[in-house]
Antibody
Framework: QVHLVQSGAEVKKPGASVNVSCKAS????????IHWVRQAPGQGLDWMGT????????KYAQNFQDRVTMTRDRSTSTVYMELRSLRSADTAVYYC??????????????????WGQGSLVTVSS | DIQMTQSPSTLSASVGDRVTITCRAS??????LAWYQQKPGKAPKLLIY???TLESGVPSRFSGSGSGTEFTLTISSLQPDDFATYYC????????FGQGTKVLIK
């Protein structure tokens, strides 16, 4: 069965960086994209970006592309999301999710069929 | 970027009611649209993809329709477990969510 297990809650000061991890199991890690979605308190879902675990290529949403970096470690089937220059507005639950796949050299977009449990990041002085 | 607009933002309904939520895309996305259900403190759950295909295990009272720029999610007979927030998502270009529709108990 597919599982995405995220790292725990973090409290950071404004200006700091945070690194959230997402460990995948139960499927071929390199065949499916992993995405990051955040949800501020009481707000909707905001897509941040995605990484192709096979080659490590990334696509970021315009709102985040200057401050976010997504990486992966194929040896541990883990994806990482680093967000820099944190501000109070970055206080949110951050989710990883599986969606999209590559086959025979072609990649296909897809919705998100499995999600991590979420990681709360609190930015406060 | 493709923008997604849902309506209404909230709706109040009773158990047994037929409920319809609309999602509009700022440009044509063919049928590359998904619907999610989210309950407080939980991750979203995929209900429908490719506009009308029910994800495995999702009750048949949920249905989706539409193509191009206009889409609907219908719950044919609202059940107590269905009170939640629903999001549409396009996956034609990059990925974008609608702002959500909260379904409240009347």
């Amino acid at each position: 069965q597919v599982h995405l297990v995220q790292s725990g809650a973090e409290v950071k000061k404004p200006g700091a960086s945070v690194n959230v991890s997402c460990k995948a199991s139960g499927y071929n890690f390199t065949s499916y994209y992993i995405h990051w979605v955040r949800q501020a308190p009481g707000q909707g879902l905001d897509w941040m970006g995605t990484i192709n675990p096979a080659g490590g290529s990334t696509k970021y949403a315009q709102n985040f592309q200057d401050r976010v970096t997504m990486t992966r470690d194929r040896s541990t089937s883990t994806v990482y999301m680093e967000l820099r220059s944190l501000r109070s507005a970055d206080t949110a639950v951050y989710y990883c999710a599986k969606g999209g796949f590559c086959s025979g050299g072609t990649c296909y977009s897809a919705p998100f069929d499995y999600w991590g449990q979420g990681s709360l990041v609190t930015v406060s002085s | 970027d493709i923008q997604m607009t849902q309506s209404p933002s909230t709706l109040s309904a009773s158990v047994g009611d037929r409920v319809t939520i609309t999602c509009r895309a700022s440009q044509s996305i063919s049928r590359w649209l998904a619907w999610y259900q989210q309950k407080p403190g939980k991750a979203p759950k995929l209900l429908i993809y490719k506009a009308s295909t029910l994800e495995s295990g999702v009750p048949s009272r949920f249905s989706g329709s539409g193509s191009g720029t206009e889409f609907t999610l219908t719950i044919s007979s609202l059940q107590p477990d269905d009170f939640a927030t629903y999001y549409c998502q396009q996956y034609d270009g990059l990925w974008t969510f609608g702002q959500g529709t909260k379904v409240l108990i009347k």
